[in-house]
């Protein structure tokens, strides 16, 4: 087996279990979900999905994007029953931005300038997840990001030609992930060590 296909098999593979520890905590009521983010990231997914199947592309790419598509709309759907409560003015914001720049990215035929939309509407969608997080750092299941940042990795890897298009998102998605694994268990710590002892 080729080395690009194992990387991208792992990447799959990894990117799709991921979400199955995630699940489980909504259903414990450990984890609470922001629709806001959910519903903008099912929307890419989907898309994203659509657009290769329309585009002829075929493989394991497809496939790890269609199932990325069905689990993003099944938390999406958790969500709306399980998911946070905690929604400011500043998410109703980063909600309008994301789906407004969603709009344009359906109409950008430049594919350079796609991938830059797509990054940049993925990071608003990530902002009231990041804030939400941020106040209730339990709230989350940290090892599904970290997980999926290292599945963004491992795609990257598997990529058969490096170029800004290419790897753009990837690298955006992998750091985001990393961040937000970072700043989650960070601001854990912090909040235990200021328990009372």
Not at 139 to 158: D, I, K, N, R
Request: hydrophobic share 55%; glycine share 6%.
């Amino acid at each position: 087996m080729n080395t690009k296909l194992t990387f991208a098999i792992a990447a799959t593979v990894l990117g799709t279990l991921n979400t199955v520890p995630y699940i489980i905590n909504i259903f414990r009521h450990k984890t609470t979900p922001h629709s806001y983010s959910w519903l903008v990231w099912t929307i890419l997914q989907i898309t994203g999905a659509l657009a290769m199947l329309g585009g002829g592309a075929g493989g394991i790419g497809v496939v790890y994007l269609s199932v990325g598509a069905v689990l993003c709309l099944f938390v999406l759907l958790l969500s709306l029953r399980y998911g946070t409560k905690n929604i400011t003015a500043f998410d109703k914001v980063c909600l309008v931005g994301a789906l407004t720049a969603t709009a344009i990215w359906f109409f950008l035929r430049q594919p350079l300038l796609s991938v830059i939309f797509v990054a940049v509407i993925d990071f608003v969608a990530f902002l009231p997840t990041f804030r939400k997080a941020y106040e209730e750092p339990c709230s989350e299941t940290v090892s599904m990001y970290f997980l999926s940042g290292v599945a963004q990795l491992l795609a990257l890897v598997a990529l058969s030609a490096y170029n800004v298009s290419t790897t753009l998102y990837l690298i955006a998605l992998a750091i985001t992930n990393m961040v937000f694994t970072t700043m989650v268990l960070l601001r854990r710590a912090r909040l235990s060590s200021s328990l009372p002892k």
